[in-house]
């Protein structure tokens, strides 16, 4: 049986969504079962191995469905593998140095012993909704900078880590 992954984001604009299909298809490409949706849609976690949850930066601040989230299901989270990301840095230094996570999402990342936070480019275009993106991608400083290889390569960690967890689990039924 294959490890199950729950994929949840909370995005404005779009980005974390696409960061967080991106993850799916990649645990998908190394034999889990993942679902993507979006954190407000979800109703519980206990189908779940695995959850990687992610929430957009805005202003400094991790995207509130993403903290509503951890509140909602925090106990069941607390006896899952939980990974957590964030999206939004709008140049290239998610790329070139780790950035340590806002509050909301260092407060879940000690709530929950999540294994790994990771931040991720963001991507600010034409079109954005809320008057400071928009005011953003005026003034020149929009952009994408996602990195996907990299993204990709954290899903693939992933789903090593979550094969892992799964033989020992096995192993330990057998054994018992």
Known sequence: MAPRALVAYGTKNGSTQEIAEAIGDALRAHGMEAEVRAASEVRG???????VLGGALYRGRWHSDAVRFVHRHGAALSKRTVWLFSSGPLDASAGEREILPVRGARR??????????VTFG???????????ARMIVQ?????????FARIAAWATKIAHAAAAEVQVRRQGHEAG
């Open 122 to 132: 963001g991507r600010l275009e034409a079109g954005a909704r809320g008057r400071m």
């Open 45 to 51: 976690v206990s189908p779940y191995d695995v959850v």
């Open 108 to 117: 879940a990342l000690v709530r929950l012993d999540a294994r790994e936070h």
């Open 139 to 147: 003034s020149g400083r929009g952009g994408d900078f996602r990195d």
